[in-house]
């Protein structure tokens, strides 16, 4: 499947042949295909804006995508777009010059976000927050412009993993990030293909393909953020025993409402018990719900 150089995007160009990376390669498109259908992510015809920041994760979902249409198993039309924000150091003609030699139609937009959340945010405060929404913003308008139905993002298992356990640390509720959600407005929907996919994955991926990766660490603000500290916290599990990290993430997809404590999610006020008489030789057992 993955070794004729003419029946394949030319992302995959100078691919390594060692079996190791095709079993990688093709987890990781497996593992974007089950996403894509187990969430209902395609609509026939639709089109795609593929947010590139130039990181890992990015690449790998730009890649796995086309990989997908390239075998005509994603009918969807796909545009990729970086959003420069002026952050002092950004090499603005790296993604450029790459999607060009990889064929990849996309759009460079330059909004100097950077400048407002320097402005905004006191110092030593992390920019994060402020500056993923501006980013999004951004975004969202440039998928309206481009007639584009779903703004797609590269956040991985990991980084759904980690925000659920952000959210019960420091956010009191049981929430994550979302494979499909609609925006605010109503009128795109948000998808993350790369949903079960392991961070390991898309840094092994990336480095393998000798991606022209930029840092997420420009602004200098990445130090000791909640994030990092969750990501420690969930090494120091896996490391002690390894797979949790599936285990864990696959406990968001088999969720029990009546065994939480949400009366929103499950009506514990109008549950009822049995009247009948249960005698001791029936040897009926009582059903836990």
Request: hydrophobic share 35%; proline share 6%; glycine share 6%.
């Amino acid at each position: 499947m993955f070794d004729t150089a003419d029946d394949i995007h030319p992302l995959f160009h100078g691919a390594p042949s060692a079996t190791e990376f095709k079993k990688l390669r093709k987890r990781i498109i497996r593992q974007t295909r089950e996403a894509v259908e187990h969430y209902g992510m395609v609509e026939r015809g639709a089109r795609w804006l593929i947010c590139l920041s130039g990181g890992k994760d990015s690449y790998t979902l730009l890649a796995a995508l086309y990989e997908l249409k390239w075998r005509g198993l994603l009918p969807v039309d796909l545009l990729a777009c970086n959003l420069d924000q002026g952050q002092p150091g950004f090499p603005a003609t790296v993604l450029p010059e790459f999607l060009e030699k990889m064929q990849v139609p996309h759009r460079i937009e330059y909004q100097d976000t950077y400048s407002i959340v320097m402005d905004k945010v006191p110092q030593g405060r992390t920019y994060c927050a402020l500056c993923s929404r501006l980013r999004r913003g951004n975004l969202y308008r440039i998928a309206r412009e481009e007639g584009c139905s779903a703004v797609v993002l590269g956040h991985h298992r990991d980084d759904i993993l980690e925000t659920f356990f952000m959210n019960l640390f420091h956010g009191s509720r049981l929430a994550t990030m979302p494979p499909k959600l609609v925006n605010e407005d109503g009128d795109l929907f948000v998808y993350r293909p790369l949903a079960f996919v392991a961070e390991t994955d898309c840094e092994r991926f990336s480095r393998a393909m000798n991606y022209p990766i930029i840092p997420c660490d420009l602004c200098g603000s990445q130090d000791g953020l909640q994030r990092q500290q969750v990501k420690r916290i969930l090494d120091q599990w896996e490391a002690n025993h390894p797979g949790r990290r599936q285990k864990m993430f696959r406990a968001l997809m088999n969720t029990r409402p009546s065994h939480l404590l949400d009366p929103a999610l499950f009506d514990f006020v109008g549950l009822k018990r049995k009247t009948g008489k249960i005698t001791e030789n029936s040897g009926e057992i009582p059903l836990l719900r």
